[in-house]
């Protein structure tokens, strides 16, 4: 007897894409982890090709790069004649980061609203509703169940209307948020043969395109830090690259903590991406080093701004790429001191960790 097995269904993300469009979507994987250097992903691109076939005898990587070129993902520097990427490119970049990193989300079941739990005369209607009260505005009036009401309670044959028929249509607020997101880009983000950065450059990519997208009233300011800290813009992401640099995690707080004070928005909040301890302060023009070990020194000053932060109402939410349990234990006192919250999340699950903690807290805040 001839059976049949059932399987459960996998739709093929590629199907229906031209070829075109499949190898976008490699490229731009690419181009994010040779920091946006064109020459060197068509390198890799090609190397796959030859591996995995990925082009045939009617489209073939030469193809593809004067595609590129006519619908303006890549163009040459007038200075010196090297491919570069463009804006279009970069948000390419963003928007496929967003989708690898909230279809994960969506496939567990993790993603959560960008709503307060708090009802009243807010911006977006939800599922509850409540009987009239003195002083609520008509358009909160549901009046289809208000009419079904009436006829209920009075009847159908004279029709009539009274306040305690009515009923209110809740509405939630939107919380807007200001965050500042803080990227390690100290050397030790690329030790061990691990490559910690490119996953903390797809979360911040992804974060961005979210914010600038589904939420435009909130900030998100990004600091890398190493040696020092500095401020970088969204199109600068693709670029990132880790330095000969020790870890000045101060540095970071002190200019997220100087940027969120700047921000009117009613909620502030700091991510901070790292693999590992403070080890580096700047007194003056000098730097003191020490990469030994947890220094004292530089750990008091990095737990004073985790307690000036809890004092101005900015929670910390660390997520550690690293699972050195003295590093656990360091972050541990950390996020004690300024009441926030940590994850030791590894690098597979660092993108879902933080979106669902950034998606998860907005429904929090007030």
Known sequence: ??????????????????????????????????????????????ELDK??????????????????????YIRENEENGNIQITGKTEQSIRKRALEEIFGKLKKSNNVGNHNTRKSGQGDELNADSRPYQFGDALEQIDMTASIRNAQINHGIDSFSIHQDDLEIQETDF?????????????????????????????VAMALSELITTRYPKDTLDIIVFGNDAWQIEIKDLPYLQVGP????????????????????????????????????????????????????KILNRTLNLAAQCKKLKIPITTFMVATDPWLQKFVTEFTETNNGKAFFSGLDKLGQFLFFDFENGKRKML
């Open 51 to 72: 591996e995995y076939q990925l082009t045939n005898e009617d489209y073939g990587i030469g193809d593809f790069i004067q595609e590129l070129r006519e619908k303006g």
């Open 1 to 46: 007897m001839r059976g049949i097995h059932f399987s459960k269904f996998e739709p093929d993300e590629q199907q229906g894409k031209s070829p075109f469009e499949k190898l976008l979507d490699v490229f731009t994987q690419l181009l994010t982890y040779t920091s946006g250097d064109v020459s060197e992903a068509l390198q890799w691109l090609t």
């Open 174 to 202: 939107k919380t807007q948020t200001s965050t500042a997101l803080m990227i390690d880009i100290s050397h030790s983000m690329i030790l061990y043969g691990e490559d910690r950065i490119t996953p903390a450059k797809k």
């Open 245 to 296: 640099f020790h870890t000045n995690t101060v540095a970071g707080l002190e200019l997220a903590m100087d940027i969120l004070r700047r921000r009117r928005n009613p909620n502030k909040q700091i991510f901070m991406i790292t693999d590992g301890k403070p080890t580096c302060l700047k007194n003056g023009k000098e730097y003191y080093k020490n990469s030994f070990g947890l220094d004292r």
